[in-house]
């Protein structure tokens, strides 16, 4: 399984969109400065994610919301998120 995700830096009231095959451990790398361009935003927390078969398809709606450059978008994501 494979999942795309939207994590939110409160310190700089930011939102950061990608994908991955470990949801936790890719959280965890961003909190623990593994990841450079979110290292500056500890802590981010987890806002909104979607499961998808193949990493193919993960990656397709990665791009399809960074294509959208919309920050009310993304909060329209997460507020209706189940």
Do not use: C
């Amino acid at each position: 399984m494979y999942y795309t995700y939207i994590i939110y830096s409160e310190t700089l009231d930011r939102y950061y969109i990608g994908s991955t095959a470990n949801l936790n451990s890719r959280l965890a790398d961003h909190n623990n400065s593994r990841s450079t361009y979110t290292k500056k935003g500890k802590p981010w927390v987890l806002k909104w994610h979607k499961a998808f078969p193949t990493r193919s398809e993960a990656i397709a709606e990665e791009l399809r919301l960074k294509r959208k450059k919309s920050r009310k978008y993304l909060e329209y994501l997460i507020d209706n998120a189940q």
